[in-house]
C-alpha cells in the first residue's frame, strides 16, 4: 500500500512538472508583451528542468541530470538573460504584440491540445500510462509553439516560440526512457548555435528594414499586399 | 439534531466573518502599499454607520429598486451557508450542490443588476450591462470546472467532493490544479477586484459593480455591500472547501469541530493576504480586456476537462 501510494505521488510530481511546462506554453500564447513573454519562457524552461530532474530520480538515470543542468542553466537563465539583453538594445521593450486576436488564437491553442491527444491514444496499451500522457504532453507544447511561431509577427517572439517547440521536444525525450545523452547534447547545442544566428540575423533585420516586425518582409519579397 | 444547530452556526458565522474578510484585504493592501491602513474591524463600523442614516432614493425608483438588494443579499447568505465550513454534518448538506450554488449566485446577480438598470441613470445601466458581460463569460467557466470536479469525485454535491478530497484518494492532478486556476481566476471575476475591477474607486470609465450601486444609499446600501462582502467571504470558503478540505470535521467530536473551525479561520486568513498580495502586484485591465481574461479562465477549465477524461480513458 505505502509503496503503491509512493509510486503514485512520482507520477503526479512528473505529471504536474509537465502540466507546468504547457501552461506556461499557454500562457505565452496569451501574453503580449515582450518582457513577459521572455519571463514566461524561463518559467517554463525551470518547469522543463524539474521534469528531467525528476524523471531522473524516478528513472534512475544519470544522464537526465546532466539535461536537467543544462536546462537550468541555459534555458532557464543564459537565454532569457540574453534576450532581455536583445530587447533592450533593439529598443523594444515595451513592444505589445498585435496579435491575431487572443480569444481565436487561445481556441486553437485549445484544438491543438485536443489534436495532440487524439493523436497519443491510440499509441496502446503497451506503454505505461506516464509515457502516454507524458508525450500528449509534449506534443501539445511543440503543437503551441508552432501556433506561436505562426501568429506572432515580431522576431523576438517568433524566436520564443521556436524555443518554445524545443522545449516540447526535450519534454518528450525526457519521459521516454532510455533516450542517449549524446540526443540532447546535439539538440542544445544546435539551438544555441540557432539562437546566436538570430541575434546576428535581428541586429541585420533591423538595419535594413528599421523594425523588427516581419511583416514587412513580405512586401520586400515581391508578394502581393 | 446536531445538523439543525450546526448549519444555525454557520449561517452566524458567515455573516459575522465577512465584514472581517473583507477589513482584511483592505488592511493587507493598505500595509504593502506602505499605509497603515483602517484596522480590520472598519467595515463594521461602516455598516453600522450605513444603518443609522436615513435613505435617500431617485423619484424614479421603483419597489424593484428597494427589494433588489434584499434578494441578493439573501441568495449570497444561503449559498454561503450551504458551503461546508468546519464541519459536513450540516441539516441542508443535501442541497449543496454545486449546481444549486452557481443558480444562487445568478439570482443574487441577476437582482443587483435589475436594480441597478431600474433608476434609469447611465451609470446604473453601464455598470448592470458590464456585470452581466463578465457574469455571461463567467458562468460557463464555473461550469466547466464543476463538471471536471465532478468527473473527479463522481458528484457535484459538496459533502461527497469533500469526502473524497479528504479521503486521499487523489493525488496532485492536472485537471485539479488547471480547475484550481480557472476557478481563482473566476473568483477575481466574481468579486470585482484587480485586475477586473478595483473595489476601491469610483473612477467613471472603469468602474463596473460601484457603477450598478450608485443609487443605493442608507440602510438598502447596508444590504449591497453585506451581499458583497458575503460574496467574497463566499469564494474564499468554496475554494478552501474543495481543494484544501483538510480540518473540516467529518465526525461530531469537540476536538475534531474546535480543529475544523481554527482551520477555517486560518485558511481565510491565508486566503485575505493572498488576495490582497495580488490586488498590490498587479495592474488593472481595460473593461475591454476582461473578455480575453474569462476567456483563459474557460479555456483552462476546459482543458482540464480534457484531461481529465484522457486519464479515464487511457
Known amino acids: 500500500m505505502d509503496q503503491l501510494s509512493l509510486a503514485a505521488f512520482d507520477y503526479d510530481v512528473a505529471h504536474l512538472a509537465s502540466a507546468l511546462v504547457l501552461l506556461a506554453a499557454f500562457g505565452l500564447l496569451y501574453q ?39 536546462v537550468w542553466t541555459l534555458k532557464a537563465g543564459a537565454v532569457p538573460v540574453g534576450l532581455h539583453w536583445l530587447i533592450r538594445r533593439l529598443h523594444s521593450t515595451r513592444t505589445v504584440e498585435t496579435v ?108 535594413r528594414f528599421d523594425t523588427l516586425d516581419l511583416h514587412f518582409l513580405e512586401s520586400f519579397r515581391g508578394e502581393d499586399r | 439534531m446536531s445538523g439543525v444547530l450546526f448549519q444555525i452556526v454557520q449561517f452566524a458565522l458567515t455573516a459575522a466573518l465577512a465584514p472581517l474578510v473583507t477589513g482584511l484585504v483592505r488592511r493587507v493592501k493598505a500595509r504593502l502599499y506602505g499605509r497603515i491602513g483602517p484596522s480590520p474591524l472598519q467595515p463594521y463600523r461602516d455598516l453600522w454607520r450605513l444603518l443609522r442614516k436615513e435613505p435617500a432614493s431617485a423619484q424614479t425608483a421603483s419597489p424593484l429598486f428597494f427589494a433588489s438588494p434584499a434578494v441578493a443579499f439573501v441568495a449570497l447568505w444561503l449559498a454561503s451557508g450551504l458551503i461546508p465550513t468546519f464541519t459536513t454534518d ?110 476601491a474607486t469610483h473612477l467613471e470609465l472603469t468602474m463596473v459593480h460601484e457603477a450598478m450601486v450608485l443609487e443605493y444609499s442608507g440602510r438598502h446600501l447596508v444590504l449591497v455591500e453585506a451581499a458583497q462582502m458575503l460574496k467574497l467571504l463566499l469564494y474564499l470558503s468554496l475554494v478552501g472547501a474543495i481543494f484544501a478540505p483538510w480540518g473540516i470535521a467529518e465526525t461530531d467530536t469537540p476536538d475534531g469541530l474546535m480543529a475544523g473551525l481554527v482551520l477555517y479561520l486560518m485558511k481565510l486568513a491565508v486566503g485575505a493576504a493572498g488576495l490582497g498580495l495580488f490586488e498590490v502586484a498587479i495592474a488593472k485591465m481595460r473593461v475591454f480586456r476582461a473578455t480575453e481574461f474569462l476567456g483563459g479562465a474557460l479555456l483552462l477549465a476546459l482543458l482540464a476537462t480534457i484531461f481529465r477524461l484522457i486519464a479515464e480513458t487511457i
Open chain 1, 100 to 207: 491575431l486576436g487572443i480569444g481565436p488564437t487561445m481556441l486553437a491553442g485549445v484544438g491543438l491540445i485536443a489534436l495532440a491527444v487524439l493523436m497519443v491514444t491510440p499509441i496502446g496499451a503497451t506503454r505505461s500510462a506516464l509515457t502516454r500522457e507524458e508525450l500528449a504532453l509534449a506534443l501539445s507544447v511543440i503543437l503551441l509553439g508552432l501556433l506561436i511561431m505562426i501568429t506572432r509577427r515580431h522576431a523576438v517572439s517568433q524566436v520564443i516560440g521556436f524555443m518554445c517547440i524545443e522545449n516540447g521536444v526535450t519534454l518528450a525525450v525526457v519521459g521516454v526512457k532510455g533516450m542517449p545523452l549524446v540526443v540532447e547534447m546535439s539538440v542544445a547545442f544546435s539551438v544555441m548555435v540557432a539562437c546566436i544566428l538570430f541575434g546576428i540575423f535581428f541586429f541585420h533585420i533591423r538595419e
Open chain 2, 90 to 199: 450540516l441539516a441542508l448538506a443535501s442541497a449543496a450542490d454545486l449546481i444549486a450554488l452557481v443558480a444562487l449566485l445568478a439570482l443574487a446577480r441577476f437582482a443587483t443588476a435589475l436594480g441597478g438598470l431600474d433608476v434609469g441613470t447611465a451609470f446604473g445601466g453601464i455598470g448592470a450591462s458590464r456585470d452581466m458581460m463578465i457574469a455571461a463569460l463567467a458562468e460557463p467557466a464555473i461550469l466547466m470546472v464543476i463538471f471536471t470536479l465532478s468527473l473527479i469525485a463522481g458528484s457535484t454535491g459538496l459533502i461527497r467532493i469533500i469526502g473524497f478530497m479528504l479521503g486521499g484518494g487523489v493525488g496532485l492532478e492536472i485537471s485539479l490544479s488547471l480547475a484550481l486556476i480557472a476557478l481563482l481566476m473566476i473568483a477575481i471575476a466574481e468579486n470585482g477586484r484587480i485586475p477586473i475591477d478595483n473595489p
Open chain 1, 32 to 70: 503580449r508583451r515582450l518582457p513577459g513573454m521572455i519571463n514566461l519562457f524561463a518559467l517554463q524552461s525551470a518547469a522543463l528542468g524539474t521534469a528531467a530532474a525528476w524523471q531522473a530520480w524516478m528513472q534512475d538515470a544519470t544522464q537526465l541530470y546532466a539535461t536537467a543542468a543544462i
